[in-house]
């Protein structure tokens, strides 16, 4: 079994399987709608980051109740609702602030998910998952600084890849999960039947 950073396996895996589901559902109507409203598309993006937080506020609580760390997730949440906050609340100013917001989030977000792939497990299914979606975030926050009406176009074929990599991470982080109770199950067992084997041979020396 690859090692596994327990800081990030203990996240439960429907956080992932959560996000995915509402990155491409905002990633799809960004990406598809016809409407060139940016005030509605703004709004979209800041209703999205604002739900984003809120799930991870929810993990942080499930993460400090596992005792599991909680300064990430909530560092996390922080940051997605402050952006949120600063779409939501400057509707009204030049679209280029909202590009430059925009385009500055997702090269960050993507930065630290490539932190994140090197520094949360050696499994190169995890590692290729979360470095694959930094990267293109990373990449597509260049785009978006350098674009102009479709910044937030590109942003939604942004929200379609992070979404379909959180739903593949969460399946494969509850296949972790039954792999690692699988094994410290096979390890105590072999522990208990080395202490019974242990005091079984004690047992002998004494009766000699």
Avoid at 130 to 141: E, L, N
Avoid at 142 to 151: K, Q
Wanted: proline share 1%; net charge positive; glycine share 6%.
């Amino acid at each position: 079994m690859a090692h596994i950073n327990r800081k990030f396996i203990d996240s439960h895996w429907l956080l992932f399987i959560t996000r995915g589901l509402v990155a491409l559902v905002f990633g799809a109507i960004a990406l598809f709608n016809m409407r060139q409203d940016f005030p509605y598309m703004i709004t979209l993006v800041g209703i999205f980051l604002l739900s984003f937080s809120i799930i991870e506020f929810i993990n942080a609580l499930y993460r400090a109740r596992q005792k599991t760390g909680w300064a990430i997730s909530v560092s996390l949440a922080i940051i997605d609702a402050v952006v949120a906050l600063a779409l939501l609340f400057t509707i009204t100013q030049n679209t280029t602030w909202h590009l430059y917001i925009i385009a500055a989030y997702t090269f960050l977000r993507g930065f630290f998910e490539i932190i994140a792939g090197f520094r949360s497990t050696v499994d190169p299914t995890d590692r290729f998952t979360w470095v694959f979606s930094g990267m293109i975030g990373a990449i597509i926050g260049i785009v978006v600084f350098n674009s102009s009406e479709y910044f937030v176009r590109f942003f939604g074929v942004y929200l379609m890849i992070v979404g379909t990599c959180s739903l593949f991470y969460g399946v494969h982080n509850r296949a972790q999960k039954i792999e690692d109770r699988i094994a410290r199950r096979e390890s105590a067992a072999l522990a208990a039947k080395t202490r019974k084997r242990r005091q079984g041979k004690k047992v002998v020396k004494r009766s000699k």
